[in-house]
T-cell receptor, first 111, second 114 residues
């Protein structure tokens, strides 16, 4: 059974800092891994999708990497801004479950 | 529509009542998913549809939960005889393909059972 873990659970950084959010998964036989952002009281916004055959994806200031052999993914945010404050969720698609989510990292970027 | 829509956005009900939650996926998306997000519990997968078919219902929390999809489009999640532990945000998502497809989420329905 796939399990997804995200570390840290919460992170507070000053504006402008580069930061890395970590995600690990137990079953490396994934179809893909997806990173989402969730603002308080809102639904999920898809940020990046990495297929199992890919190593990384980039969108603007965001870069996500995938290492299936070690069961890890990282989300790199460059030059963080207060508007980046949100909860970031990673989710792995594998087996019979379309997405298994981690519990998220709550990010606060302080101006 | 431009995105996944869900209704109602908020639902308050009394224990024991039945509720019906609706999801309208992105046009052309054959796959549709239901998740539940409870306070402190994270996101829990409930059920998915490929077209109108739900091959695996084992993720539904109890037999009080059921879901259907008609015309390969709109889906409804029904909870019978609601309990307080059913209080949560119910999220719907859709994608072009089941396996490997990027999922797009709706805003959710916040269900409160008094």
């Amino acid at each position: 059974k796939q399990e997804v873990t995200q570390i840290p659970a919460a992170l507070s950084v000053p504006e402008g800092e580069n930061l890395v959010l970590n995600c690990s998964f137990t079953d490396s036989a994934i179809y893909n891994l997806q990173w989402f952002r969730q603002d308080p009281g809102k639904g999920l916004t898809s940020l990046l999708l990495i297929q199992s055959s890919q190593r990384e994806q980039t969108s603007g200031r965001l870069n996500a990497s995938l290492d299936k052999s070690s069961g890890r993914s990282t989300l790199y945010i460059a030059a963080s801004q207060p508007g980046d404050s949100a909860t970031y969720l990673c989710a792995a698609s594998s087996g019979n479950t379309p997405l298994v989510f981690g519990k998220g990292t709550r990010l606060s970027v302080i101006a | 529509g431009a995105g996944v829509s869900q209704s109602p956005s908020n639902k308050v009900t009394e224990k024991g009542k039945d509720v019906e939650l609706r999801c309208d996926p992105i046009s052309g998306h054959t796959a549709l998913y239901w998740y539940r997000q409870s306070l402190g519990q994270g996101l829990e997968f409930l059920i998915y549809f490929q077209g109108n078919s739900a091959p695996d219902k084992s993720g539904l929390p109890s037999d009080r939960f059921s879901a259907e999809r008609t015309g390969g489009s709109v889906s409804t999640l029904t909870i019978q005889r609601t309990q307080q532990e059913d209080s949560a945000v119910y999220l719907c998502a859709s994608s072009l393909a089941i396996w490997g497809g990027e999922q797009f989420f709706g805003p959710g329905t916040r269900l409160t059972v008094l």
